[in-house]
């Protein structure tokens, strides 16, 4: 079963702040975030494992609460080239550790 | 971080003909190897999963017969498309894992299949 992400789309100036959320039904692994530009393959962006895990890089962090099977996303202080459409990944013992994924969030960053 | 090749990039094919799409994992040797589906503006969608050496895993709905999935070595493992229609026109995705530590999907750069 996918996660549910939301927003299905944010549109932001360059410098603004923005968070995208992944749930899923099922106990999680970890989850995945990776970000697409329209007619390339994903790119990794990270990995967090169950144990409530937050990471980040350059401006780009993520979080996992475990016990409420979510993970967020926070893009911050966001430049031109964040935008994409993110895609979470979970991966569940239920699902024998294969990655499923949500619907993405178009994330759009203008100048 | 890890590097995947697929290729064709494109392929525009007549009905009724094969198709193989080919996907290297060039600097890693890939335990795990996924084959997904990507509609526009939809979701990945997983087709099958392959290991090196073993038959791969269709999920529900798949038509093995359809999407032959070889894995010969560690580094490579190829989507054949046979009979192709033009309902199978899509965008192509193959990620590599090794699974060591954990199961980072490194994903190749896709093939969008036309099929007239």
């Known amino acids: 079963q996918q996660p549910v992400q939301s927003p299905q789309a944010v549109i932001l100036r360059e410098g603004e702040d923005a968070v995208i959320n992944c749930s899923s039904s099922?106990?999680?692994?970890?989850v995945h975030w990776y970000r697409q530009k329209h007619g390339e393959a994903p790119i990794f962006l990270m990995i967090?494992?169950?144990?409530?895990e937050q990471k980040g890089h350059d401006k780009i962090s993520a979080s996992f609460n475990e016990k409420k099977q979510q993970s967020s996303l926070y893009l911050t202080a966001s430049q031109l080239s964040y935008s994409g459409t993110y895609f979470c990944g979970t991966e569940s013992p239920a699902n024998d550790y294969k990655l499923s994924f949500g619907a993405g969030t178009t994330v759009t960053v203008r100048a | 971080g890890a590097v995947v090749s697929q290729h064709p990039s494109w392929v525009i094919c007549k009905s009724g003909t094969s198709v193989k799409i080919e996907c290297r994992s060039l600097?890693?040797?890939?335990?795990?190897m996924f084959w997904y589906r990507q509609f526009p503006k939809q979701s990945l969608m997983l087709m099958a999963t392959?290991?090196?050496?073993?038959?791969?895993?269709?999920e529900q709905g798949v038509e093995k017969d359809k999407f032959l999935i070889n894995h010969a070595s560690l580094t490579l493992s190829t989507l054949t498309v046979t009979s192709a229609h033009p309902e199978d026109s899509s965008f192509y995705i193959c990620s590599a894992s090794h699974r060591d530590p954990y199961n980072e999907q490194f994903f190749g750069p896709g093939t969008r299949l036309t099929v007239l």
């Open positions: 099922k106990a999680l692994y970890s």
């Open positions: 600097d890693f040797q890939a335990t795990t």
């Open positions: 392959s290991n090196e050496g073993s038959k791969a895993t269709y």
């Open positions: 967090l494992l169950k144990g409530g």
